[in-house]
Nanobody
Framework: QVQLVESGGGLVQAGGSLRLSCAAS????????MAWFRQAPGKEREFVAA????????SYVDSVKGRFTISRDNAKSTVYLQMNRVKPEDTAVYYC???????????????WGQGTQVTVSS
């Protein structure tokens, strides 16, 4: 089992920045691809960004490309989501997830965090 705990959410003005963190414990963090998903009120959960085990490859949903950056520190068992130039439509609960790369990109990761709220004011 892997436990994932997100932090860093909060209220931010449009155009501002926020960095989310997800600390993992349990099994070896570096064995898993990691990702961020989000769910806005009344909408389905959607993929935001993913990163491979080594961190060499990343993937983003089109709506955040050029604004968000996913990274990981395997020594700290932590994955990050740097959110820049945020928009009101980025408002959602953000979830950290871990698993195989195929599982991640098909939105079927093995592990989920509890989520952290991000609210962007206009």
């Amino acid at each position: 089992q892997v436990q994932l705990v997100e932090s860093g959410g909060g209220l931010v003005q449009a155009g501002g920045s926020l960095r989310l963190s997800c600390a993992a414990s349990g099994r070896t963090f570096s064995n898993y691809a990691m990702a961020w998903f989000r769910q806005a009120p009344g909408k389905e959960r959607e993929f935001v960004a993913a990163i491979t085990l080594s961190g060499i490859m990343t993937s983003y949903v089109d709506s955040v490309k050029g604004r968000f950056t996913i990274s990981r520190d395997n020594a700290k068992s932590t994955v990050y989501l740097q959110m820049n130039r945020v928009k009101p439509e980025d408002t959602a609960v953000y979830y950290c997830a871990g698993g195989t790369w195929v599982g991640i990109v098909t939105s079927k990761p093995n592990y989920w965090g509890q989520g952290t709220q991000v609210t962007v004011s206009s």
